[in-house]
C-alpha cells in the first residue's frame, strides 16, 4: 500500500518484521486508537519501542492513561520532551499563537523531538488509523522511517478498537466525556463546546489558556497591538460568557445525533456532533 499525501511507500507489519536490525515504534497520543494498537502488536511484536511526544501541556486525564497503559504493556512509554518548551517557541515565534495555519506547535514540540529521538536509525513506525478512516496521519519525510498501518492491514474498525481497550481492562481515556481527541489543554483545534468542558473540567486549565491568549508580541513592533484567539472569532472570556448559548446547542445536537442512529455510543455521539459544530480538522500527530 503506498500513502496519498507524501509518495511515501508504507509496508506491511510482517514485512517490517522481517527487517533484522531495523526499529520498530509506535506514539501513543493519549487517544483510543493508538492505545489500542499497543495492546494489540504486544505480543506480535516485543522489541516495539512506545513513545509519548509530551509539551507538558497535557491534560491530567492524558498523562492518568499513560500510566494505566504502561501496567497492561508492561513497558515504559518513552516521554520525548522538547529541549525548549512551549514559552520558549512563543516568543520566538512573536507572540503568535499557533493555529491552523500556522502549527509550529506540532514541528516544534512534536514533530523535531521525535525525529531527533529516532535519528538516522532504519525504522518503522506503527500508525494507530483504523480501515474505516479516511486519512493518513503525520507520516515522517525522513527516508530512513517508514510507516506501518496494522489496523488498515488487518480491517480493524472502531468497534474493534473499543472491544480491545474493554478486554484489556484500559477503557477510553476520561476526556472522551467531553472531547474526542488528545493534545494539549489549549490545543487550538478543540471545538467551542470543548473550551466550556475544560473552562468546567479543569478551570485552572482555562485561565491559564487565557493568559497565553493576553500575553502580545511587544518585542516585535510589527506584531504590537495584534490580537490572537485561540478560539476563532472571539477571545476564551468572550466564548465563557456565551456557555449556556453553546451548552445548549451542543446538547440539542447530541439529542439529533443520537435520535438519528441506533445503538449508538456517548464518543460516537460526541464525535459526530464535534465535527458538524467545527469540522473535523485536527493535528495529525495528536489524533491518532
Not at 460516537?268 to 469540522?279: C, F, H, Q, S
Request: with cysteine; charged share 30%; net charge negative.
Amino acid at each position: 500500500m503506498a500513502t496519498d499525501k507524501l509518495n511515501i511507500t508504507s509496508v506491511t507489519v510482517d514485512e517490517a518484521v522481517a527487517d533484522v536490525g531495523a526499529r520498530h515504534v509506535l506514539g501513543i497520543s493519549g487517544g483510543k486508537d493508538s492505545a489500542a494498537l499497543a495492546i494489540y502488536l504486544k505480543d506480535r511484536i516485543p522489541n516495539l519501542e512506545y513513545f509519548f511526544t509530551d509539551t507538558g501541556a497535557e491534560l491530567p486525564e492524558t498523562y492518568e492513561y499513560l500510566s494505566n497503559l504502561e501496567a497492561v504493556l508492561g513497558k515504559r512509554i518513552e516521554r520525548l520532551n522538547s529541549e525548549r518548551g512551549f514559552d520558549h517557541w512563543l516568543q520566538v515565534y512573536g507572540g503568535a499563537l499557533p493555529s491552523p495555519q500556522m502549527r509550529w506547535c506540532t514541528k516544534m514540540l512534536k514533530i523535531k523531538p521525535l525525529e531527533a529521538w529516532l535519528g538516522d536509525s532504519r525504522t518503522y513506525t506503527y500508525i494507530g488509523i483504523r480501515a474505516d478512516e479516511n486519512r493518513s496521519g503525520y507520516i515522517s519525510t525522513k527516508s530512513t522511517i517508514r510507516p506501518v498501518f496494522p489496523f488498515k492491514e488487518d480491517g480493524i474498525t472502531k468497534e474493534q478498537v473499543f472491544k480491545i481497550l474493554d478486554d484489556a481492562g484500559v477503557g477510553l481515556p476520561e476526556y472522551y466525556e467531553w472531547r474526542t481527541r488528545s493534545g494539549c489543554s489549549f490545543c487550538f483545534f478543540q471545538r467551542k463546546s470543548e473550551w466550556i468542558g475544560l473552562s468546567e473540567r479543569h478551570p485552572e486549565l482555562f485561565e491559564e489558556a487565557i493568559a497565553y491568549e493576553n500575553k502580545q508580541g511587544f518585542e516585535d513592533t510589527a506584531m504590537k497591538g495584534r490580537q490572537y484567539t485561540w478560539s476563532q472569532g472571539e477571545t476564551l472570556p468572550e466564548l465563557r460568557e456565551r456557555a449556556d448559548e453553546i451548552k445548549e446547542k451542543h446538547a440539542a445536537a447530541m439529542q439529533r445525533a443520537v435520535s438519528r442512529r441506533t445503538n449508538l455510543l456517548l464518543v460516537d455521539a460526541l464525535d459526530d456532533v464535534l465535527a458538524e459544530e467545527d469540522g473535523d480538522d485536527g493535528c495529525m500527530v495528536c489524533h491518532i
